[in-house]
């Protein structure tokens, strides 16, 4: 079945550091979203990639989306400690028919930032 | 505009004993509906997701069942609780393939 792996699963920057997490598919997807959780909240959807090679700004935030459309990566430039929380990615493959699809979540990269 | 609620929003309950969480979409008709396990606060695992009344389709064969009642109402459910459900069960939606919006979540103790 699909997989998306995700690293690393943790990461600790100083504030105004950089950082970066990295989204692997196993198979070719439809799309690709970002979500991101704060501690103790829920998973909020951050940004979805759909075009091969597709590059996405929200101010910090970059993502991407590799051109096979098997991989993705979001990065963050110069943290801040509003940036805690863990990303995670989730891959959209469809199978077939209307509504057949499935949406396979990474487990999360957990970003602590230093202030 | 859309919102989701689930309650509990925490429960502690002893092993053996029965479980229900419930989770009710408004502002939408018809979406998709979703039952997600939080382990350890790390990975998504999900549970069960739902196109339709009635409709549930299974990941994860456990001691958990969930039901459609209605076309905005997702039921999670247990008749006999284990030590290893203890976690944070969140619920989602989604209109077809779209985007998934999460509710705030129930943190269950299993004691």
């Known amino acids: 079945g699909q997989q998306v792996m995700q690293i690393p699963q943790y990461q600790h920057v100083q504030e105004g550091e950089d950082f970066t997490t990295y989204c692997n598919s196993s198979t070719t997807l439809s799309n690709i979203q970002w979500y991101k959780q704060r501690p103790g909240g829920h998973p909020v959807f951050l940004i979805q990639l759909v075009k091969s090679g597709e590059v996405k700004k929200q101010k910090r935030l970059t993502f991407q989306f590799g051109e096979a459309k098997k991989n993705s990566s979001l990065h963050i430039t110069a943290t801040q ?23 396979t979540f990474g487990k999360g990269t957990l970003l602590t930032v230093n202030p | 505009s859309q919102t989701i609620h ?9 092993v053996g004993s029965p479980l229900s969480l419930e989770c009710t979409v408004e502002g939408t008709s018809n979406p998709n509906l979703y039952w997600y396990r939080q382990a350890a606060g790390r990975g998504l695992q999900l549970l069960f997701y739902s196109v339709g009344i009635g409709q549930i389709s299974s990941e994860v064969p456990q ?24 976690g944070f069960y969140l619920c989602a939606w989604s209109a077809g393939s779209d985007t998934q919006y999460f509710g705030p979540g129930t943190r269950l103790t299993v004691l």
């Open chain 2, 6 to 14: 689930q309650w509990p929003a925490t429960l502690v309950q002893p």
């Open chain 1, 81 to 103: 400690t509003t940036d805690v929380g863990t990303y995670f990615c989730a891959g959209y493959q469809e199978l077939g028919g209307g509504s057949n699809y499935k949406l």
């Open chain 2, 63 to 86: 001691n958990l069942s969930a039901s459609r009642p209605q076309d905005r109402q997702f039921i999670l459910s247990s008749k006999k609780l284990l030590l290893s459900d203890s």
